[in-house]
């Protein structure tokens, strides 16, 4: 039994215009949602795509609002919280079923900022097969954030490199554009974590089957209105995780 139904308004393949999917997972964003996407769509050539686990302040009936008046939104409404990892997943495979060349992926509390889209679209289709929006390259930042905060970052980014040999300097982060081909390539049916080492996984895999990956900076603030996810348990995950990753192919 499937545990989400696909909505379908807004189920249409990408046309020549919008030829670039935005997946946005959702749990309880009802005051984030709508203006986050009307900023995406002010941008003509994406799309969106929110995967909602069933949240209970209605997150997913708004979204379904939406997509039945504008084809270039679309709804995974998931019955149940399943975690970040999964829903990105389940995104990339409906966003490859409907054709889209590039796929991106950011947060809904606006700790993500739609303005840079478009920048990481051009590097992606200029430059590289995985771009990601980075806080710890020149010019990129944090904003807002407490000492403790700052120190599991950067930290977890350090960790994970080391073990990983990764070419990048912030493998934990969200906000990124993969070329189609990437996620076409990567067994997505094995990838394995799913929370916030979901993220450095994906740059691992896309790493060992030899894509080009770079970075460009991006402020992140702290997020606007709602709570944070994260927990002890999904930094636990991705320290555990990092590990698995090393020793499997």
């Known amino acids: 039994m499937l545990d989400y139904e ?3 308004a807004g189920a249409q393949p990408a046309t020549a215009t919008a030829d670039c999917t935005v997946i946005i997972p959702t749990y309880n964003e009802r005051e984030n949602i709508i203006p986050l996407v009307e900023r995406v769509l002010a941008l003509p050539r994406f799309r969106v795509l929110v995967v909602d686990d069933g949240s209970p302040d209605g997150t997913g009936e708004l979204v379904r609002g939406l997509a039945q008046q504008n084809d270039r939104i679309g709804l995974l409404a998931r019955r149940s919280k399943l975690g970040l990892g999964t829903a990105y997943l389940a995104g990339f495979k409906r966003a490859l079923a ?3 060349q590039f796929i991106c992926e950011m947060d809904a509390d606006f700790s993500h900022d739609p303005a840079y889209l ?5 590097a992606a289709e200029t430059s590289y097969d995985l771009v990601l929006g980075s806080r710890y390259v020149q010019g990129g930042g944090t904003a807002d954030w407490g000492a403790v905060r700052k120190l599991i970052s ?6 994970a490199g080391l073990i990983l040999g990764l070419p990048v300097r912030d493998a934990t982060g969200g906000f990124r554009c993969y ?4 996620l076409e390539t990567i067994d997505l049916a094995r990838i ?3 929370g916030y080492a ?4 994906m740059v691992y895999r896309a790493a060992q089957h030899g894509f080009r990956i770079g970075e460009i900076p991006i402020i992140f603030p702290d997020r606007r209105v709602g709570h944070s996810k994260m927990s002890k348990r999904i930094v636990l995950e991705a320290l555990v995780n990092v590990w698995r990753m090393r020793f499997t192919r």
């Open 192 to 194: 394995r974590s799913n």
């Open 198 to 201: 979901f993220q450095v996984e």
């Open 179 to 182: 070329q189609r081909r990437v």
């Open 98 to 100: 409907e054709g889209a």
């Open 6 to 8: 696909t909505i379908a």
């Open 154 to 159: 950067r930290g977890g980014n350090l960790y």
């Open 118 to 122: 478009p920048e990481l679209l051009r």
